[in-house]
């Protein structure tokens, strides 16, 4: 796509993404008010197990389907891409279902009402099933967020009407549920007419495990922990606590899941132009990604730190007032979780330099978890946010200095200039050669 073309999807897609803040907008003060601190912090948590299960049943085969999806020349080839990559995740959802329910029973907050988990955690396998990295893949950026915006509007209606007090939190779950299923079966649909039906096979699922393993070990350092804080809060703290880190990590998640459209486009577009060999047009299209995302890590760095006091008690209520706190903390998160963003999905795999990824996200992934453990018993909410902080500032240490030894560093705007004057400053000889892509 010339740069007309993939503004005009990147436009629509985020058109396609306001419809989900919209749906938050609307649902997240209804439940801080109707079901109060102590409920809505156990669907929070509920949430937060959901996350864990769909990231575990995905296990990296989001981006390696995207990536292989998008370098396919034939329908044929996409249907084989496509029944290996259902059958798989089938096969890891047996395993999703008895983690869920082992989690669910371990959970001091959860096994309260253990139907709530257990909801999660079918919702967790029904979206670790959604066929959304297969129409990106294919260039179809339009039809995922068409299907997802049904999903919120049968969910919308679903929960205005069941939830009526504290009392009603499994209907929240359930009616989640309701729509991804309903989202699900029209995905599968459309798929089927246009590529035909998904020949189930568990002969290539163990080499696709295999193929997709060093981005899991990624996304389970730096996803996986990040969507379970809520969770681990459970085990180290009290339901208030959990209720204001819950909701501050709600806003928190909307300002992240905001990266999401634009590596929907640029990761299979990047993908593609490196399979044809055009390198030079995929060295564009990486800058023009790191310039969008840079720019919006400062942009929420600034309006979290300055609305956050105003903006949440307002929306959540004055019971919610210390998850303002909570959030500003969160704040400082974000331009490293940008940056990350780009050299994680706009940089490394599209290049197929997903063992290095591995590597850097359990590393800092061992290091959010250990900084959970010491801060989150000592000081709740506020703790486990500075660890959330902890984790993206050191992920974002180790895969600068990876981009810097591979020679990719020319890929951010300015960062190479940049580099040579420090080189310079500290009487080091400059590097001569291209980027190491191969």
């Known amino acids: 796509m010339d740069r007309r073309a993939s503004a005009n999807v990147i436009a629509f897609v985020y058109g396609g993404y306001l419809m989900r803040y919209v749906y938050l907008i609307i649902v997240v003060p209804f439940y801080g008010r109707v079901l109060g601190v102590a409920e809505y912090g156990r669907v929070l948590a509920s949430m937060s197990l959901m996350n864990v299960i769909w990231m575990l049943v995905s296990f990296g085969f989001t981006f390696v389907g995207m990536r292989e999806v998008s370098r396919a020349q034939s329908a044929q080839e996409c249907n084989s891409i496509y029944s290996l990559h259902v059958s798989a995740r089938l096969l890891l959802g047996l395993i999703g279902a008895v983690i869920g ?29 959604n066929l959304g990295w297969l129409f990106q893949g294919r260039q179809y950026f339009r039809t995922p967020i068409m ?21 009603d939190a499994v209907w929240v779950l359930a009616s989640l549920l309701v729509a991804g299923i309903a989202s699900s079966i029209i995905s599968y ?24 393993t060093m981005l899991f070990c990624y996304s389970s350092g730096s996803v996986v922990l990040t969507a379970s ?34 590596s929907q486009v640029f990761i299979p577009t990047i993908s593609r132009q490196l399979a044809q060999g055009d390198k030079e047009g995929a060295h564009v299209t990486t800058r023009r990604g790191a310039m969008l995302l840079m720019g919006y890590g400062v942009l929420v760095l600034c309006g979290a730190l300055t609305l956050s006091p105003f903006v949440l008690p307002l929306i959540l209520g004055p019971a919610f007032e210390p998850s303002a706190r909570v959030l500003q903390i969160f704040a400082w998160m974000f331009p490293f979780a940008a940056f990350n963003e780009f050299v994680a999905f706009y940089v490394f795999v599209p290049r ?87």
Request: a positive charge; glycine letters at 10%.
């Open 101 to 129: 329910v082992v989690a669910t029973m371990s959970s001091p907050v959860l096994s309260e009402q253990p139907v709530i988990g257990l909801l999660a955690t079918a919702l967790g396998i029904v979206s670790a099933l």
């Open 147 to 167: 299907i997802e915006v049904f999903g919120f509007a049968v969910s919308l209606v679903l929960v205005l009407t069941l939830v009526r007090g504290p009392n």
């Open 189 to 212: 649909g459309l798929t089927t007419y246009q590529l035909g039906l998904p020949r189930l096979r568990f002969s290539g699922v163990v080499p696709l495990v295999r193929n997709s």
């Open 229 to 262: 804080s809520t969770y681990l809060l459970t085990l180290l703290s009290t339901p208030a606590q959990v209720g204001y880190f819950g909701a501050a990590e709600r806003f928190a998640t909307i300002g992240l899941s905001l990266m999401g459209p634009a």
């Open 352 to 438: 197929k330099k997903d063992r290095l990824l591995a590597m850097a996200g359990v590393a800092s992934g061992v290091l959010n978890l250990v900084s959970a453990l010491i801060l989150a018993p000592r000081f709740g909410a506020m703790g486990m946010a500075s660890a959330r902080v902890i984790g993206e500032a050191t992920l974002a240490a180790i895969l600068l200095g990876v981009m810097i030894r591979l020679e990719l560093i020319h890929l951010l705007p300015g960062a190479e200039r940049a580099l040579a004057r420090v080189r310079v400053a500290c009487g080091l000889r400059p590097q001569v050669g291209g980027a190491k892509e191969d």
